[in-house]
């Protein structure tokens, strides 16, 4: 029963390795889902932070602005990159080939969010670093904490993408269907994660983050479990 049992688990993360590595494999070959995903952020922050400078002019203060391009930029792009990736998912015929595995489907679900929140980390940098060397964003003494927050942000979001462009992979209008079902669903994450993003930029006392930390944790294990759960039905399907 022990060795059954031992099986079962070397099985499991057996194909989450195997899905992690069909994704990044598949990136590293057509490279177009990162490009499309850091260009798309990279000019969503230069258009805001084009009124960035409009609002220094009247001397308006900047830091709740830099907060929200950081994150809309991240959600923009996050929309672009899942939709690609629904379609490569349609492309490549599915994930019907996984029905066969005798695992739980989570472990296809956690094998395709691995990946989407590694690519996501990246365009998180990569959009603090060019608010800061262009429109000279405060570069936060909290740096590492301001990085570990926000990727608790990334998980919820790649959760609910990894989970929707799945879904709308299987229609035809996966390129206006992925948005609508995202951002309402996202709405709760973004608004925690635009107000704790915007307390460490103020340098503002680590309590006051604490509440916003935890409604994003929960989100983040709420919407990973119930993605978990329902992401058999997708294979079903």
Do not use: C, H
């Not at 590293?28 to 960035?52: C, H, Q, T, W």
């Not at 691995?114 to 003494?141: C, D, H, T």
């Not at 604490?210 to 944790?217: N, P, R, S």
Request: aromatic letters at 14%; proline letters at 3%; hydrophobic letters at 55%.
């Amino acid at each position: 029963m022990v060795k059954t049992m031992s099986n079962k688990i070397s099985l499991y993360f057996s194909v989450i390795l195997a899905v992690v590595k069909k994704d990044l494999r598949i990136e590293l070959r057509n490279k177009e889902m990162i490009p499309l995903m850091l260009i798309f952020a990279l000019v969503i922050s230069l258009i805001f932070g084009f009124l960035d400078i409009s609002f220094k002019s009247v001397g308006e203060s900047n830091m709740d602005l830099y907060s929200g391009v950081f994150w809309i930029s991240i959600l923009f792009a996050s929309i672009l990159g899942f939709s690609r990736s629904a379609m490569i998912e349609k492309e490549a015929g599915g994930l019907s080939q996984y029905l066969t595995i005798p695992v739980d489907s989570s472990a296809v679900f956690l094998g395709k969010l691995i990946p989407n929140v590694l690519f996501l980390f990246f365009i998180q940098v990569s959009v603090y670093f060019f608010l800061i060397v262009f429109f000279r964003a405060p570069f936060s003494e909290r740096y590492i904490l301001l990085i570990l927050t926000s990727s608790l942000s990334l998980l919820g979001i790649a959760a609910i993408g990894t989970f929707f462009s799945t879904l709308s992979a299987k229609t035809n209008l996966k390129e206006i269907f992925l948005p609508i079902l995202m951002f309402p669903i996202l709405v709760p994450l973004i608004i925690a994660s635009i107000k704790s993003t915007s307390i460490l930029l103020n340098n503002k006392e680590w309590e006051q983050i604490l509440d916003w930390v935890k409604l994003i944790v929960v989100y983040d294990l709420v919407s990973i479990t119930l993605a978990s759960i329902l992401f058999e039905k997708l294979l079903e399907e």
